[in-house]
């Protein structure tokens, strides 16, 4: 039996007066910690949720969010984290897919549920609960909490088979798919990453995204194994952030590439505030040559990189390679195994790109409901990314692009990584995105958005012309620039180019 979920409770009985959670204002040890937890489990419990329950939140980043996400499990019960940024007709339609019978949620959502009241049959109001004090239709979380009696459940033994969470993927196309983890799975995410980032019992952990999307869990799960401090931003803000390491001693911290570029910018940046950092995560999606070389010269010796499926595959580019294998991923660690793909089913030779393909210890049940999509995902035990890349002789990775993001130009393939990764050395170039659009000659041709950087002045054409002069190949030409303010982006943070796509209107003046 494996009790994933007894670590709160390990912690509060041997190391009980360490500071186990900053929130804002709000110091918890792990004595008070656990005994919240053990509150919220009894409540749980008093509602009715049974082992194997689904329960769901949709809370942006709070300490009540980090106690349910302790006590759901302790009970064998199963997480289902949602965002607070889901529109009613999406949040009803993965509600009833969870099968969800507890909500804990915040006031903000609750005219948004009682339009949903005749579509969710199975959440009744009584275990809806408000975090932020009752509504006429919901009970407050923290009025029910103080209602019960001292004490904490009996502990429920689960097998390391059983579930964990659903995990809903943020999606940049198509319907959200519930990604299922077991307790095995998330100690797997205890364990190799704790040693992957070398966190030690007394290391300060900051997360400054939100912790409903997995990428969360990638700091928070080794952070909590081994009794670490764990500081969580309510949301992010690059400022606030570096004030945040400088006051804490913060030696961990994990984000996406847009919060990575924002903190370089930051005008409170300094390498002295955030000396105390051991790591600097990015993961969510490829950071770009030109900031890693940035935070390699500013922060030396720190950066990581993670590439990695929610579906249950990683490969990790570690401190002492980032600079001798600029450009790479990194390598699967141990357990993991990975091969590079033909479009026939063959492996591909070093150099040659293919879909990655792998399998380790951290693959998922499936998809929650859909056979069928696991089964296409999952062939002989091995994960189908759906990303291209290729391997080196040394077996490190080099993402390409996904597999859906590739233009085909007149018959020639074109990763949009690799312009990307040019229009980025622009020194007034702070974000950039290319997908293909419609073209009458070549089916498809590369456009590039760009979001500049505070009090830049370039105009498109220049851009255009500037990025065309220094790309590998004639095909990689862009047709065009368009100037954004900011690109649309899924709750996870990550880059919507399926939108830009779609809204992308030629400039008068764009050569047809």
Not at 25 to 37: D, S
Not at 318 to 326: N, V
Not at 384 to 394: N, R, S
Not at 462 to 488: S, T
Request: aromatic share 8%; with cysteine.
């Amino acid at each position: 039996m494996l009790q994933l979920a007894t670590v709160v409770e390990h912690h509060a009985e041997f190391r009980g007066d360490q500071v186990a959670v900053v929130f804002e204002q709000e110091r918890l040890n792990w004595r008070q910690f656990a005994a919240r937890v053990g509150r919220c489990a009894q409540l749980l419990q008093s509602l009715g949720v049974k082992r194997g329950d689904r329960v769901a939140t949709v809370l942006a980043n709070c300490r009540e969010l980090l106690e349910v996400y302790w006590a759901v499990p302790s009970i064998g019960a199963v997480l289902v984290p949602l965002s607070p940024l889901l529109m009613a007709s999406g949040l009803a339609s993965l509600l009833r897919d969870s099968g969800a019978v507890c909500l804990i949620t915040q006031r903000s959502m609750a005219p948004i549920l009682e339009q949903l009241h005749d579509e969710l049959p199975q959440l009744p109001a009584d275990r809806i609960l408000m975090i932020d004090g009752a509504t006429p239709a919901y009970p407050g979380y923290s009025a029910q909490l103080e209602n019960l009696p001292e004490g904490r459940p009996a502990p429920v033994s689960v097998s390391q088979d059983e579930l964990f969470n659903v995990m809903y993927t943020s999606g940049t196309t198509g319907l959200p798919k519930g990604i299922m983890h077991s307790h095995f799975v998330r100690s797997m995410y205890c364990t190799l990453f704790a040693s992957a980032w070398r966190m030690r019992p007394e290391s300060v952990v900051l997360h400054t995204g939100a912790i409903v999307f997995n990428g969360a869990f990638v700091t928070l799960m080794p952070c909590f194994y081994l009794g670490a401090r764990y500081v969580l931003q309510r949301q992010f803000d690059a400022e606030e952030a570096i004030e945040i390491i400088a006051r804490e001693g913060v030696t961990h911290t994990m984000m996406v590439p847009a919060q990575i570029i924002a903190l370089l910018n930051s005008p409170n940046f300094s390498a002295e505030r955030l000396s105390s950092l051991e790591m600097i995560l990015s993961l969510g999606a490829p950071l770009y040559q030109e900031h890693k070389d940035l935070l390699n010269r500013l922060l030396p010796d720190r950066f990581y990189e993670l590439y990695g499926l929610t579906e249950g595959f990683w490969t990790i580019l570690d401190k002492t390679q980032s600079l001798r294998k600029a450009g790479s991923v990194g390598s699967p660690p141990c357990f993991f195994q990975m091969r590079i793909v033909r479009d026939d089913g063959s492996d591909a030779a070093a150099g040659e790109v293919g879909e990655i393909v792998g399998r380790g210890p951290s693959l998922m049940l499936g998809y929650y409901g859909r056979p069928d999509l696991t089964e296409q995902a999952i062939r002989d035990g091995w994960l189908y990314t759906g990303d291209l890349g290729y391997a080196d002789d040394e077996g490190y990775l080099y993402l390409v692009d996904r597999k859906k993001d590739m233009i085909d130009s007149g018959g020639v393939k074109i990763y949009p990584k690799d312009i990307e990764e040019v229009a980025a050395r622009h020194p007034a170039v702070r974000d950039v995105a290319v997908f293909g659009v419609a073209h009458e000659k070549w089916g498809e041709t590369p456009v590039a958005a760009v979001v500049l950087r505070a009090n830049a002045a370039v105009r498109a054409d220049e851009l255009r012309d500037w990025i065309n002069e220094r790309v590998g190949a004639r095909y990689q030409r862009l047709h065009a620039v368009q100037i954004l303010d900011d690109f649309p982006r899924n709750a996870a943070g990550k880059t919507l180019k399926r939108e830009m796509r779609d809204a992308y209107q030629p400039a008068n003046g764009d050569d047809h």
